[in-house]
């Protein structure tokens, strides 16, 4: 069991610049998220996923959007990146019917 | 939205001391829970308070859910090294398992 998976680890961008962050989990969860983690921020959701078929914006979607592939599988694209997306970014993963998430391990942006 | 306060944002501390961490809610909460997040690592989850009062201790840490489950807290006796990171609250906002997090207290331990 790998749990949730993150891809690519490190990336760099130059403004303007499109790029798409893999998530896969393999716990069999309905409910997958996007945060982001700023210093002093703490972690903010970019999007959800309830369930196959569905996403729903969080607290700060803006410039950003998602893909629920399949069951597995959530991906969170940036269409024209910019230097305030500079962030790490986690994914997550929670069983229907519990508030328990699952992180996995981040993908470090920065935005030239 | 629902908002989450938590204080302090940093602690630093000597290794023996005691740490504690508190989590503030303007409504009442639903439960919370709390992660822990090491330097470079990802938030892991710790527990989850559902019960007004409720305390429960994870062998150093002991976590507190407010009587009127508008905040809580996490308290580390004797800190030791291996406790160094950021500690989370979370709440769960509106419908679904969606979390509100606070914005952490980071945790400092000197030999």
């Known amino acids: 069991n790998a749990g949730v998976t993150q891809t690519p680890k490190f990336q760099v961008l130059k403004t303007g610049q499109s790029m798409t962050l893999q998530c896969a989990q393999d716990m069999n969860h309905n409910s997958m998220y996007w945060y982001r983690q700023d210093p002093g921020m703490g972690l903010r959701l970019i999007y959800y996923s309830a369930s196959e078929g569905t996403t729903d914006k969080g607290e700060v979607p803006n410039g950003y959007n998602v893909s629920r592939l399949n069951k597995r599988e959530f991906s969170l694209r940036l269409e024209s990146a910019a230097p305030s997306q500079t962030s790490v970014y986690f994914c997550?993963?929670?069983?229907?019917?519990?508030?328990?998430?699952?992180f996995g391990p981040g993908t470090r942006l920065l935005v030239l | 939205g629902q908002q989450v306060m938590q204080i302090p944002q940093y602690q630093h501390v000597q290794e023996g001391e005691d740490f504690t961490t508190y989590c503030n809610s303007s409504?009442?909460?639903?439960?919370i829970q709390w992660y822990k997040q090491r330097p470079g690592g990802h938030p892991v989850f710790l527990i989850q308070l559902v019960k007004s009062g409720e305390v429960k201790k994870q062998k150093r840490l002991t976590f507190q859910f407010g009587e009127a489950k508008k905040n809580s807290s996490l308290h580390i006796t004797a800190t030791q090294t291996t406790d160094v990171g950021t500690y989370f609250c979370a709440a769960l906002t509106g419908g679904g398992n969606k979390l509100t997090f606070g914005t952490g207290t980071q945790l400092k331990v000197e030999l």
């Open positions: 409504t009442t909460l639903s439960n």
């Open positions: 997550a993963s929670s069983l229907t019917g519990s508030a328990t998430q699952y």
